[in-house]
């Protein structure tokens, strides 16, 4: 069996005017269907609920960023998911509506709860369907767009594949509007090509190809494989499942090495970081040498922020660049107490760290 996490965006999914595309919709319900009745555990992130809200409601006055998201998304939300439920239920399939938000993702404990909820629909052959509960969400708090979403959900539910369906083909060297520029079709972990990438954010998405291209290769990094593609194709899932050679797509290749649970956990957390702890060069080179290596209280130079047991920090170098991420096993005082004392416990656990560099 598949796990598949599927990440559909507002731009596949809406017309010009910000209308829903049922169509497409439908077409894309038909495709996942199909892969359903082939055993394929499928996860959707969709996007739309914002724009589809936007097409319903008549605004009286001006609204701020932030009340204008929580009033559209509120409305979009119901009408998107009572189409995917009218179109799955004609396949005789249930889906389920999993709203999640940033902050609800920040603990561990909240992260396997989310992780619970969803493999529970799975055994249950119910499809999850997520997006960002925008009601909620301030602009602080809130993710970068649901690419950065569809990345966490692939690493928490161990997923062996993530497909980022946008409105272009895939990674372009290039301008995608210039005839000359091509797909990537392949990018794997020692292929770097975001010199390449002309980064524009989509008309009802607040993401770009960059994000996506970020997203895809961490991702890819702890033994997922990704694939980029364009969810206007007619028959696109069932295309790049079956026909894998010849859809115009672009695929990130998965390392043949697979973090474990906790590290996926911890590679996503970067934006949940409640200090920063920084380190000196025999500490970077140490923790970025072949060797498996913890992070000692000998290496540290100093901390900023306050933060407490488990809470995630970011490691950086003398040089401000960014090292990792790490679950700390003491507080900001303690840790403070430490700095550049031999002999004690790992500030950070090998265990418990995410090098980025690396």
Known sequence: MKRIVLKIGSNVLTRNDGTLDLTSLSALVDQIAELHRKKMEIIVISSGAVASGRSEIAVKGKLDDVSARQLYSAVGQAKLINRYYDFFREHGIACGQVLTTKESLGTRRHYLNQKNCMSVMLENKVIPILNENDTIA???????????????????????????????????????????????????????????????????????????????????????????????RKNILTDILHNHTETVCTRFTASPKASSSIKKWIAHSDSFAKGEIHINAKARQALLGKQAVSLLPVGIVRITGHFEKDDIVIIKDENDELIGVGKTAFDSEKTTELIGKKGSKPVIHYDYLYLTTK
């Open 138 to 232: 301030v602009t602080e708090l809130m993710f970068t767009d649901n690419d950065e979403l569809s990345g966490m959900v692939a690493a928490m539910m161990d997923a062996e594949l993530l497909i980022i369906l946008s409105n272009i083909d895939g990674v372009y060297n290039g301008s995608p509007d210039n005839p000359e520029s091509e797909v990537i079709r392949v990018i794997d972990q020692k292929k770097e090509v975001s010199d390449y990438i002309q980064d524009h954010h989509s008309t009802f998405g607040r993401g770009g190809m960059l994000t996506k291209y970020r997203i895809a290769r961490k991702v890819a990094s702890e033994g997922i494989e990704v694939i980029i593609a364009n969810g206007r």
